[in-house]
């Protein structure tokens, strides 16, 4: 049966991508220009609503699953989960955090360490080592997840349980109605969304591998290579995409994690065991006491640039990010309860990125202290190096740096294919196995989205642009809480299990 392609979402969606494209090609610093412009607006008169609304979806998820609605499962009453646990975690891993994980699990922790989050706390020193280790918890942990986590439970609710399509349009309509043009403007919106917030971690992906090429194989740093590295991945992906979902994507995920893990156990032994370990039991301490404190902080009566460039920028990325991660979370969660769902998804990514943060970061900050070097005067230079520079002080330096090339290549490569086909279901009426040719124009659009913003200015261009297209697509997630909130008061709960039998004593008597 032959697919229709050109539905309006798409049309519409990919001419105003092509735009981008063409203005950024055209006219790149004027394209970095307005959207330095834009980012200023969005982060200044619009910081505390993007803190508000993540803190508000992470209370709203711990509620309902320990509410009894946590029972309902994501399918049928009787369906199990699709996927293994293991494979599960990977593709929510792979997904959700992709090379970006990879790019600040160093970069973070040392940027915090060399330019402190707070005025009075003098940088490079013991105190200083251990905020930026909270700090970069909290931003890798369960506040990034919860946008994902909504949006994916929203998803897979009306695709598993309600039989209905898996769009955002679809998700809204308990408050806006079936409008053709309204659900057509949202999932416009919601794709475009999307594809500003792959470009970004793409960007952040072929910056390192780059930096990375450099530091093995000295190959220079510049825009050609970066153009060059986009063409390849771009190639890979395409071919990934080609073979399905339960194919090259299930397989990716699976050697992305392995690879992971690989490295993490290889720097752990390699690095400072015990300063890890205590690193990651302050660490998560840290974080949970300033939980509140950093989830709200702003400084209206300080000034300064900080939370914008770090907090409202992480906010604001996997905001853009969440209409593809939670349209991806949605398909291979089906069968698992809610509860089961927002813990898995709330709990397991966040403490792999933790342990990951205190591992490689925290490596990197023990070398500083300890013993002199200087990782975080390296990274405030150049943010790509900041993995590779840590790898100069273990063993095994070369062939550590180039399976980590390889793993940020393979979580590219997973993550553009992972996007490639919810952007092609998501402009294909939520078809769940949509056309090739539809995933081919998404997989080329990518590529030259981010080159366009490689080219236009780099990391700037790459965090404004993720900024931006956020702030009209955190409403739509808004609306998205209260829609659930009305449906799910609709379901019927599954009552606990009462054994009829009498007991023995009973049967005695």
């Known amino acids: 049966m032959k697919k229709n392609v050109l539905t309006p979402v798409f049309i519409i969606s990919s001419i105003v991508v092509l735009i981008l494209v063409i203005i950024g090609a055209v006219n790149p610093e004027g394209f970095g220009t307005v959207a330095t412009k834009l980012f200023n607006f969005t982060t200044a008169d619009f910081g505390w609503f993007y803190l508000l609304s993540v803190f508000g979806f992470v209370i709203f998820l711990i509620a309902l699953a320990l509410s009894k609605y946590g029972k309902i499962r994501l399918g049928p009453p009787d369906s199990r989960p699709e996927y293994p646990f293991f494979t599960w975690i990977g593709m929510l891993f792979s997904a ?52 994902f986590a909504i949006v994916g439970m929203m998803i897979a609710f009306l695709q598993f349980r309600k039989g209905k399509n898996g769009l955002i349009s679809t998700a809204v309509e308990p408050v806006v109605g079936k409008n053709k043009s309204v659900k057509t403007i949202i999932d416009s919106l919601a794709v475009i969304a999307t594809v500003m917030g792959i470009a970004t971690s793409l960007g952040l992906g072929i910056l390192q591998m780059n930096g990375g090429l450099n530091a093995v194989f000295d190959v220079p740093n510049s825009i050609t290579i970066q153009l060059i590295i986009t063409v390849c991945l771009l190639a890979l992906y395409l071919l990934s995409s080609s073979t399905g979902l339960n194919k ?30 205590n690193a990651f039991t302050l660490g998560i301490g840290d974080y949970i ?3 509140v404190q950093y989830s709200l902080r702003l400084t209206p009566y300080e000034g300064g640039d900080w939370l914008r460039e770090w907090t409202i920028f992480y906010w604001a990325w996997v905001i853009a990010w969440s209409p593809f991660v939670g349209a991806f979370v949605a398909r291979v969660s089906r069968g698992r309860s809610i509860r089961e769902f927002i813990f898995g998804v709330l709990i397991v990514p966040p403490a792999i990125a933790c342990l990951w943060i205190a591992t490689f970061g925290g490596t990197a900050l023990n070398s500083d202290l300890n013993n002199g070097t200087k990782i975080a005067e390296a990274v405030n230079n150049d943010v790509t190096v900041a993995l590779f520079e840590t790898y100069q002080h273990l063993p095994l330096t070369q062939i550590a740096s180039i399976l980590s090339i390889l793993l940020i290549a393979t979580f590219l490569v997973t993550s553009a294919d992972s996007a490639t086909y919810i952007l092609a279901s998501m402009t294909s009426n939520g078809d769940l196995t949509p056309a090739l040719p539809a995933k081919i124009v998404w997989g080329v659009l990518m590529a030259a989205i981010s080159s366009v ?38 379901e019927d709960v599954p009552e606990r299990k009462i054994n009829s039998q009498p007991s023995e004593g009973k049967k005695r008597a």
């Not at 989050?117 to 905020?131: H, I, Y």
């Open 96 to 147: 959700g955090f992709g090379a970006g994980l990879v790019f600040w699990g160093v970069a973070e922790p040392m940027s915090h360490f060399f330019k402190t989050p707070f005025d009075g706390l003098e940088a490079q020193s013991d105190e200083a080592a251990r905020v930026a280790m909270g700090y970069a918890f909290f931003h890798w942990g369960i506040s990034q997840w919860s946008v």
């Open 248 to 277: 090259g994507i299930k397989w990716l995920s699976n050697i992305n994690l392995g690879l992971c893990l690989l490295l993490l156990l290889f720097v752990f032994i390699a690095g400072p065991t015990v300063f890890i370990l």
């Open 289 to 291: 006491t300033n939980f």
């Open 453 to 490: 913003l490689l080219v236009a200015g780099g990391l700037n261009a790459l965090q404004t642009a993720s900024l931006v297209s956020a702030l009209p697509f955190t409403l739509i997630i808004i609306i998205f809480v209260y829609a659930f909130t009305k449906m799910i008061r609709q």
